[in-house]
C-alpha cells in the first residue's frame, strides 16, 4: 500500500514538473511578442494607403513611383483619346503622363536629355509625325571599309573620314516638338534616368499607343517639376510613406519566421 501511494505521489509531481516547463516553454521571447506587435501595428498603418486596386492612385501609391519602368493605361479614357488629350512630360520625375479630360488616361518612364543637352521646358505641339525616322544630327560614323569609328557622333561637329558616312540613330514612332530636333520616339529608356541628347524616349509599347492617338497639333507641356494639376498628389505622398512601411513589414516577417524556427528547432532537440 506504502509503495503504491510513493509512486502516485512521484506520479503526481512529474506531471506537475511536465506541466510547469510545458508553461514555461509556452512563454514567447519578448523579442518575438515585440516584432508581432509592431508588425500588427505596421499593417493596421498599411492598410490606411491601401487605395482600388487599378486605379491611378494605387499604381502611384505604388512600384516605387516614380521610379519604376511599369506602364499605367485607363483604356476607357484612352479610348476617349484622340478626341481631347494633351501630354506632359516631367523632367524631375522622369515620366509622361497623357491627359483626357483632365484625368490621367496613361503614365510611362522617359528618358530625356542628359545635361549639356538638356530637354528644353516649355508649351509645343506636335509638328510633324513620321511611323520610320532618323536622326540628321546624331548617330554613328563609319569608315570607308564600314567600320564604326565613333557609335555617339553629333554630325553637326564630328568629321566623317574620306569614303565613311554618317548613319542617323533610328528614332521609331516619330512625334517632332521642336525645329532643331527635339521630339518623342521609341527608344532606350532607364526609369529615373537622363539617357538622350534632349529628345524624349519612350517605350515602344507606349509610343505606338502615343503615335496612334495623336495627331499634328496635339499639345504637349515639358515641366521640370511635378505639373499643378497632377491628381495623384496625395497618393505620392503616401507612396513614400507606404515604400517605408512595405519595407518594415517584410524585415518583421522574416524575423518572426527566423525567431520561430529557432525556438522549434530548439523544442526538437529536447524532445
Known amino acids: 500500500m506504502r509503495f503504491s501511494i510513493c509512486h502516485r505521489l512521484v506520479l503526481v509531481c512529474l506531471l506537475v514538473l511536465q506541466a510547469a516547463m510545458s508553461s514555461c516553454m509556452n512563454i514567447e521571447d519578448p523579442e518575438l511578442s515585440a516584432a508581432k506587435k509592431e508588425l500588427t501595428t505596421l499593417k493596421e498603418r498599411q492598410s490606411l494607403y491601401n487605395y482600388t486596386p487599378g486605379s491611378y492612385d494605387y499604381f502611384v501609391s505604388h512600384n516605387q513611383y516614380p521610379v519604376t519602368i511599369n506602364i499605367y493605361k485607363n483604356h476607357e479614357l484612352i479610348r476617349l483619346a484622340p478626341q481631347n488629350c494633351r501630354i506632359v512630360i516631367c523632367l ?63 554630325a553637326f561637329s564630328d ?17 517632332r516638338l521642336t525645329g532643331d530636333g527635339v521630339g518623342i520616339h521609341i527608344g532606350k529608356v532607364r526609369a529615373g534616368h537622363r539617357l538622350s541628347h534632349g529628345c524624349i524616349r519612350t517605350p515602344g509599347e507606349m509610343a505606338r499607343e502615343l503615335y496612334r492617338i495623336t495627331s499634328v497639333g496635339t499639345k504637349v507641356a515639358v515641366v521640370e517639376d511635378v505639373e499643378s494639376q497632377f491628381p495623384a498628389l496625395h497618393a505620392l505622398t503616401a507612396g513614400a510613406t507606404q515604400n517605408s512601411i512595405e519595407k518594415r513589414i517584410y524585415e518583421l516577417e522574416k524575423k518572426i519566421y527566423d525567431l520561430e524556427m529557432k525556438r522549434y528547432l530548439a523544442e526538437q532537440s529536447r524532445d
Not at 568629321?159 to 516619330?174: C, D, I, K, Q
Request: aromatic letters at 12%; glycine letters at 12%.
Open 159 to 175: 568629321h566623317v573620314p574620306e569614303g565613311g558616312h554618317f548613319a542617323g540613330s533610328p528614332m521609331p514612332y516619330w512625334m
Open 92 to 154: 524631375s520625375q522622369q515620366r509622361g503622363r497623357l491627359y483626357v479630360n483632365g484625368q490621367v488616361a496613361a503614365d510611362w518612364p522617359v528618358s530625356t536629355g542628359i545635361p549639356g543637352r538638356a530637354t528644353p521646358t516649355g508649351n509645343f505641339s506636335i509638328r510633324e509625325k513620321k511611323a520610320s525616322y532618323a536622326s540628321n544630327r546624331y548617330g554613328k560614323i563609319f569608315d570607308k571599309d564600314g567600320k564604326c569609328v565613333n557609335s555617339d557622333a553629333d
